[in-house]
């Protein structure tokens, strides 16, 4: 049974930080490409950063630079560092999977990800 779990969300001020933890269970995880993606109230699910199996990372543009996306494939584990909140970042974030790498053209299409996790609610206040 697949089973994606995150934590580490919470309440912070603007310009602080959180680190994310997405948990992954009943597949070849080093296999898949990981994603992580936001969705705040009355918009659509976005994405914010994938990593893929050889490591390659893509990072959507408003949190380049801010967010540092990283796996660690022997503890089955997905992160996602978040640096220099701002409260347009208050969302709930769901760890992704599918199966492969992610894909050039495709990283961001939360269409393409097979697996999702329940999320994790993060809301930064100015």
């Known amino acids: 049974q697949v089973q994606l779990a995150e934590s580490g969300g919470g309440s912070v001020q603007a310009r602080g930080s959180l680190r994310l933890s997405c948990s992954a269970s009943?597949?070849?995880?080093?296999?898949?490409?990981m994603g992580w993606f936001r969705q705040a109230p009355g918009k659509e699910r976005e994405v914010v950063a994938a990593?893929?199996?050889?490591?390659?990372?893509y990072y959507a543009a408003s949190v380049k630079g801010r967010f540092t996306i990283s796996r660690d494939n022997a503890k089955r584990m997905l992160y996602l560092q978040m640096n220099s909140l701002q409260p347009e970042d208050s969302a709930m974030y769901y760890c992704?999977?599918?199966?492969?790498?992610?894909?050039?053209?495709?990283?961001?299409?939360?269409?393409?990800?097979?697996?999702w996790g329940q999320g994790t609610q993060v809301t930064v206040s100015s």
């Open positions: 990593i893929s199996i050889g490591d390659y990372i």
């Open positions: 992704a999977a599918k199966a492969g790498n992610c894909g050039t053209i495709v990283w961001y299409e939360r269409n393409t990800y097979n697996y």
């Open positions: 009943g597949f070849p995880y080093s296999a898949y490409c």
